[in-house]
């Protein structure tokens, strides 16, 4: 375990973990997207026994077979395993829950990567059965990526419900299969992990950022200037700037850019996110924890997804999409640099 002294939790790491808790028992990992994939791939290379399961009809099927593992249906890999990692998309969980519930037995796990369906109840596990969690804080990709160069990705671990008294070795294991013990683990809880995964994703990371470069994308082009000079400056610098704090902190950033910008960008940066925007922020956590939020995701999906469809489109077709495509077609290197995930293909 890491010194205590330096953090606010215990972090656990290579050291704590015990691999004999995950490499004595099969794992079935269900579906085989971002996370699936990458779990999936770690575990079997830790020497785990893993068997993915997907629906017949998936063309993930013939893609895990190719990458060396053995495939089943969802009820088939479950009846087999000692561990069940969920790692279809969460709105489809409570659906394959229900079909593998019967070939869980007590003694087995019920592992996720995202407390949602448990903290909101859309999952409500047969008693008898360990429900844990390992949350790799990153996209697939970069598990598996980070994994084989002998790198880990840290990941949150949660305990939901111990009928063995091994549930947390077994989780910490398994983490360390997959390589985030390299890293990190840190323990949290079923509803802070869903909570501030959610908050982040929302108020930050996907619907805070990318409404900050079309609101400074729009002011810039509303006033004159052009296109491609507005996405430059408020998307394409983006990543350089996201990159320098990444890798040393708002101080390597600050240090980076001019005075100039350091000033202006202190002076200015609480104008426009002001105490309005922490308003807004409080709102949309007080709705993930109301679970307002989650209701209306739920009914959105029962009603075949209207407002996301809806949204999904006018994203794909703002303006600085296009503009975007036909500058970063100028620097084909940029392709290379991402690495895509795979396909998610049904
Ligand atoms: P995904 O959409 O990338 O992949 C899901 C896979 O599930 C598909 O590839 C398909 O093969 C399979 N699938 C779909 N419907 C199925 C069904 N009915 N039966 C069997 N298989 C089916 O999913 P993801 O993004 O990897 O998310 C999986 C879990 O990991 C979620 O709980 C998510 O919140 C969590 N998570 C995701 C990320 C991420 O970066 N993507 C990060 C942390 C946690
Ligand atoms: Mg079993
Ligand atoms: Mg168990
Ligand atoms: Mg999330
Ligand atoms: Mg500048």
New binding site residues.
Partial sequence: MTDTDDFTQPIYRDDDADERDITNKTVAV???????HAHAQNLDDSGVDVVV???KS?A?WDAAEADGLDVAT?VEAAEQADVVS?????T??P??YADIEDAIQPGDTLQ???G?NIHYGQIDPKPGVDVTMI??K???HLVRRNYEAGEGTPALLAVHRDETGEAKSEALAYAQAIGCARAGVLETTFQEETESDLFGEQAVLCGGVTSLIKAGYETLVENGYSPEMAYFECMNEMKLIVDLMYEGGLGEMWDSVSDTAEYGGLVEGDEVVDEHVRENMQETLDRVQNGEFATRWIAENQAGRPSFNQRHHAERNHEIEDVGERLRGLFAWAEQETEREPE???
């Fill in positions: 269900l579906g085989y997207g971002s996370q699936g399961g997907l629906r998936s993930s969802p969920m790692l279809v998309p969460d489809v969980q659906s394959v996720f990567a995202h949602f949350a790799p990153s996209p697939g998610k293909t049904e």
